[in-house]
């Protein structure tokens, strides 16, 4: 079970990073062209910049405090950060028809509830 949740908490980590990082660095009329980035173009280059720093952050928060040991009950807090962030994504990506897209966040929800539950549950971190 604990390395099923690491597994999980690295896969998101990475892709949390690979996005924010996009986000960060990417100028929006690029990535708007970009396949799958369309709906960049439906919002203002700070909330991206904003979105990409969250992102950042939770990459860090699934990771980091665990491989410290510094307050790594901030492992769970991160995933259901996670989980908020995804069911945002999913809800853009419905609006704008785009089914396929919303499955995917789905799918990185799926893995940041189960990370959630495993941390504050039977595999915490705490205790």
């Known amino acids: 079970m604990n390395l099923a949740l690491w597994i999980c908490a690295g ?9 924010g990082v996009g986000k ?3 100028p929006q009329e690029k990535m708007a062209a970009m396949r799958g980035a369309g709906w960049t173009a439906d919002f203002s280059v700070g909330f991206l910049k904003i979105l990409g720093t969250i992102e950042v952050l939770g990459a860090v928060g699934l990771i980091l405090p665990a491989v410290t040991g510094i ?3 901030l492992v769970p807090v991160a ?3 996670v989980v908020v962030l ?10 704008r028809g785009e089914v396929m897209s919303a499955a995917g966040n789905l799918i ?8 959630a539950w495993g941390r504050f549950g039977p595999e ?3 205790g």
Do not use: E, N, Q
Not at 86 to 95: C, E, N, Q, Y
Not at 108 to 115: C, G, P, Q
């Open 71 to 73: 307050a790594p009950v």
């Open 79 to 81: 995933a259901v950060g």
């Open 24 to 26: 960060l660095v990417v």
């Open 108 to 115: 990185y929800l799926a893995l940041a509830a189960f990370v």
């Open 11 to 19: 896969l998101l980590a990475v892709v949390l990073l690979t996005g």
């Open 86 to 95: 995804m069911v945002g994504a999913m809800i853009t990506h419905l609006r």
């Open 124 to 126: 915490s971190f705490v």
